[in-house]
């Protein structure tokens, strides 16, 4: 995205209505209709030493694969900059708006800090940490998810379509339809939906589902999800489901609930909401490219050459985060070193950790962790000059990380719970030489899809350690043959499809046709 041009550009002046502030009004009607609302812009504010302030790009595949669609038809984007303070006025930035919402440091500090990453997050992974509930936090979120949703309201045209994500906004689709009826309101989350049992926990479990049910498709990464989804819509919401379609009794006014306080309480039939799946992939050509330039394929032969020529390079690359599984990941590769069956230096591990929510304590103590299990397998397995895990707490450009990906023999990707793990996909499409191995947990949304990888359960020392072993050694013809399997799906189903898929759902005809996102978990 260039934002060479960042700075309140006019639009064309034949697009009627266009709201000039980061929040307006319920009554104004913006000018685009394609929305999408996301916690985070796809760019960021960067305070330079000498104190001018810039804006960064954050390209991902989430803006690569909805950049063409959004410049097509008049598409804007509702999000934080990534600064605390007030909102910058909204801009444009190769044809599509960017609207900032205001997140004061408090709200950084009990929204996004707090009741996003302190209570969803951990609650949605299964409770690998134990999550936090305080009221002060919720308020905030309800707070902050106004915000947003006056925001995308300000700048939706008559009947456009919202496409609003991720666990940081769950309450975005309700406020928004209350606002805005005519609007169509998609959500996707990116992160897993945890079973009724740990959902149940939450104090606001009812708040959160009626919120979501606001939109007319919700979307997932896995069927499991889903699955988990509509018995919460049951549960905690005492609404109807049938199959995929959850039943939502609507007011004269657009608005679903019925006086009585829960959903479903009294017309049966009423606005239908589609739960299906739709699992989210990468720009699979764009790293195929990538990994066929010159410097790139130079630099990954270099860096084998800078880890000693080693005859096995493994790599694991995530989010310093708990839910990785980088403590048990490293516990196993440990046992390998301790039993003898991996040796440096023929055999070298490198951890990429890319630091992240860095004032959040529990991110804290883990990176403690990981930093003393780190120096105990150096300490014991090193010499000099030769470590036996190379830990990287980093962030590379992605040309580094597709040379990284590719100089390396065994992928090992083992989150104890993970939406989808796009890591290991990027692996998958840089792997142009049909080499390389994947290990897998099976608890990610990608091994729904790679069912060619080594799957394995990451609590399971002794199956991980196997896994790794079989990965080290299989037969270049079997592992060619694994690659290729792996390749197609990556290559068929990228992250373009993932976002028409979803978008043709949620603007489809017929609403009993969204479950085709199902269909993508089969193959
Ligand atoms: C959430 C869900 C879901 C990492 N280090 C560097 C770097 N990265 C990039 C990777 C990858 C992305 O960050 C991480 O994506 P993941 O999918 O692995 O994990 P989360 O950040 O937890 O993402 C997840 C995802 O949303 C999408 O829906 O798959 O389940 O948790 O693209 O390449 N990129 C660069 N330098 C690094 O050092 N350039």
């Known amino acids: 995205m260039n934002l060479s041009g960042a700075g309140a550009q006019a639009r064309p002046a034949d697009r009627p209505g266009v ?44 803006v690569t694969a909805l950049e063409p669609v959004m410049r097509a038809s008049a598409g804007a984007w509702v999000g934080w900059s990534g600064s605390p303070g007030p909102a910058p006025e909204p801009f444009d930035a190769d044809g599509v708006r960017l609207v900032p919402v205001e997140l004061s440091d408090q709200d950084v500090e009990m929204f996004y800090e707090g009741f996003s990453n302190g209570t ?89 589902v009626e ?25 905690a919401a005492g ?53 066929r330039r010159e410097d790139v394929r130079a630099r990954s032969r270099q860096i084998r ?24 990941r490293l516990r196993a590769y440990e046992e390998l070193l301790d039993e003898g069956r991996l040796a440096p230096p023929e055999s070298v591990f490198v951890q990429v950790a890319a630091p ?23 300490g014991e397995h090193a010499t000099l000059g030769q470590p036996a895990v190379h830990y990287l707490r980093h962030s590379y450009p992605r ?40 290990v897998l947990s099976e608890f990610t949304g990608a091994a729904d899809e790679l069912g060619s990888a080594f799957l394995v359960n990451p609590h399971d020392i002794e199956q991980t350690k196997d896994a790794i072993m079989r990965a080290v050694q299989v037969a270049p013809s079997q592992a060619r043959r694994r690659m290729r399997s792996l390749r197609k799906r990556v290559r068929i189903f990228d992250v373009d499809r993932w976002a028409t898929d979803f978008l043709r759902a949620l603007n489809g005809p017929d609403p009993d046709s969204h479950s085709v996102g199902s269909r993508l978990h089969e193959g």
């Open 239 to 291: 609404a109807r489901t049938s199959g995929g379609i959850v039943r939502v009794p609507e007011r004269a006014d657009g608005g679903e609930r019925d006086g009585s306080g829960e959903v479903g309480a009294s017309k049966a039939q009423g606005r239908r909401v589609s739960a299906a799946c739709f699992p989210i992939s990468i720009d699979s050509a764009a790293f195929g490219e990538l990994a």
């Open 120 to 208: 969803l997050w951990p609650l949605y992974h299964d409770v690998i940490a134990p999550p936090q509930f305080h009221r002060h936090w919720w308020e905030a979120y309800c707070a902050v998810n106004e915000r947003f949703a006056q925001a995308a309201a300000g700048q939706a045209a008559q009947g456009a379509t919202v496409w609003v994500h991720d666990y940081q906004l769950q309450l975005v689709p309700a406020l928004l339809r209350q606002r805005r009826p005519d609007l169509r309101i998609g959500f996707f989350n990116h992160i897993p939906f945890p079973g009724y049992e740990i959902f149940a926990q939450l104090p606001w479990r009812r708040q959160i």
């Open 211 to 235: 919120g979501l049910l606001g939109a007319d498709v919700v979307g997932f990464q896995r069927r499991a999800d889903v699955t988990n989804f509509l018995r919460a819509c049951r549960r």
């Open 399 to 438: 040309e580094e990380m597709a040379a990284l990906y590719m100089a390396a023999d065994v992928m090992v990707v083992t989150p104890l719970r993970d939406g989808m793990n796009l890591v290991a996909k990027e692996y998958v499409a840089c792997r142009q030489d049909e080499l390389g191995a994947l």
């Open 305 to 328: 050459q800078e880890l000693g020529d080693p005859q096995v390079l493994l790599l694991a690359v995530d989010r310093l985060d708990y839910t990785k599984g980088i403590l048990h």
């Open 19 to 62: 709201s000039s502030g980061s929040v307006a009004s319920d009554q104004i009607r913006g000018a685009y209709s394609l929305i999408v609302v996301a916690n985070r812009l796809p760019a960021s504010q960067v305070v330079q030493p000498d104190g001018k302030v810039e804006w960064q790009p954050s390209p991902g595949g989430l």
């Open 356 to 378: 992240s929510r860095e004032r959040v304590l529990e991110y804290q103590s883990l990176r403690e962790d990981v930093e003393a299990v780190v120096g105990r397998i150096n």
